[in-house]
């Protein structure tokens, strides 16, 4: 069983950063990959960006390329979304995900963190 908790939304104006954590419970969790999602309202949830159980690869979403990045300290049981250069369309609930492999779908995760908010000011 894994854990999240995600922190580190909040109010920013465009142009601005966000770095976004989620940490994990439980000892297996470096064995996961991690995805970031988000969900703006009444829209379908997406996918951001997700790393795999090594870090050692990364994938992202295009419209967030050359913008947002992942990473994640297994030692800290945290990975963390560092978010740059950010629009009012990045405005979402931000959720982190696990699962066993790296994909860009919701049913590829088996656990997933409560969201945190991030609103973008134009």
């Known amino acids: 069983q894994v854990q999240l908790v995600e922190s580190g939304g909040g109010l920013v104006q465009a142009g601005g950063s966000l770095r976004l954590s989620c940490a994990a419970s439980?000892?297996?969790?470096?064995?996961?990959?991690v995805a970031w999602f988000r969900q703006a309202p009444g829209k379908e949830r997406e996918f951001v960006a997700a790393?795999?159980?090594?870090?050692?690869?990364?994938i992202s979403a295009d419209s967030v390329k050359g913008r947002f990045t992942v990473s994640r300290d297994d030692a800290k049981n945290t990975v963390w979304l560092h978010m740059n250069s950010l629009k009012p369309e990045d405005t979402a609930v931000y959720f982190c995900?696990?699962?066993?492999?790296?994909?860009?779908?919701?049913?590829?995760?088996?656990?997933w963190g409560q969201g945190t908010q991030v609103t973008v000011s134009s």
């Open positions: 995900a696990a699962g066993s492999g790296v994909y860009y779908n919701t049913a590829s995760y088996n656990y």
């Open positions: 439980g000892r297996t969790f470096s064995s996961y990959a």
């Open positions: 790393i795999n159980w090594g870090g050692g690869s990364t």
